[in-house]
């Protein structure tokens, strides 16, 4: 393994870290609602609220860094991409008939790799 990507592997740890508590937190408030509303509605919920979380665990715990109107721009310009993915592939594995408490968790396998690429550039750019 290469020095620059050993050194990098606690960063990886810290993020997965923190996309579990996000993960975790997103989930539950889609599966508590899913049952109640309309399923695209429980999962936009879900990601909005788990998205000011995940902000600042990212920035302090994952980068070591503060947070700033730049970053939250960019963070949230990578959301909205992921957001787009997250409700693409939902409705995708809804239609293929997976169930709607288990179809979150395909996106998730999916988008949360995608995610973490795009994070990474954000707080990783000179902003």
Not at 8 to 28: K, S
Not at 46 to 75: C, D, E, V
Not at 99 to 124: E, G, M, Y
Request: glycine share 6%; proline share 5%; charged share 10%.
């Amino acid at each position: 393994m290469e020095l620059k990507k050993l050194k990098q592997l606690p960063e990886f740890i810290r993020f997965v870290m923190v996309g579990i508590i996000a993960t975790i937190f997103h989930y539950g408030i889609y599966f508590s609602l899913q049952w109640i509303i309309n399923v695209n509605i429980a999962y936009t919920l879900g990601y909005i609220l788990s998205f000011f979380a995940n902000f600042y665990l990212t920035a302090y715990f994952t980068f070591n860094q503060k947070p700033s109107w730049k970053k939250a721009f960019g963070f949230g310009g990578a959301h909205l991409f992921n957001y787009l993915l997250h409700m693409g592939l939902l409705n995708f594995f809804l239609w293929t008939g997976i169930s709607k408490p288990l179809a979150p968790v395909p996106v998730f396998a999916i988008a949360i790799p995608v995610n973490f690429l795009l994070v990474r550039f954000v707080f990783k750019r000179n902003v």
